[in-house]
């Protein structure tokens, strides 16, 4: 059983910073990689950015490439979130995901086994 458990969601005004966190508990994390989602209310989830199994490897969202940073630690169990030069538009519920198979290309919401329950990140202008 896989459980994901994010955290760090909070108020912030346009142009300051926030870091998100997902602990993982599986047995072997780090077999698995991890994506962030988003959800803005009335739209769809939609992908922000995933990280490989070894963490050598990060993929972006156009839309946050070079405002977001995605970092794991594997010995703590838990992935980071760094996002900065927030936007209003980067209001949503922000999800982790998690999957064992290659990440590289999996944008999908259906291509995510692991899910978390979500965190609330509001960006005031």
């Known amino acids: 059983q896989v459980q994901l458990v994010e955290s760090g969601g909070g108020l912030v005004q346009a142009g300051d910073s926030l870091r998100l966190s997902c602990a993982v508990s599986?047995?072997?994390?780090?077999?698995?990689?991890v994506g962030w989602f988003r959800q803005a209310p009335g739209k769809e989830r939609e992908f922000v950015a995933a990280?490989?199994?070894?963490?050598?490897?990060?993929y972006y969202a156009s839309s946050v490439k070079g405002r977001f940073t995605f970092s794991r630690d594997n010995a703590k169990n838990t992935v980071y979130l760094q996002m900065n030069s927030l936007k209003p538009e980067d209001t949503a519920v922000y999800y982790c995901?998690?999957?064992?198979?290659?990440?590289?290309?999996?944008?999908?919401?259906?291509?995510?086994?692991?899910w978390g329950q979500g965190t609330q990140v509001t960006v005031s202008s």
């Open positions: 995901a998690a999957d064992l198979s290659t990440i590289a290309f999996r944008r999908g919401v259906d291509e995510w086994h692991y």
């Open positions: 599986a047995r072997t994390f780090s077999r698995y990689g």
């Open positions: 990280i490989s199994q070894s963490g050598g490897n990060t």
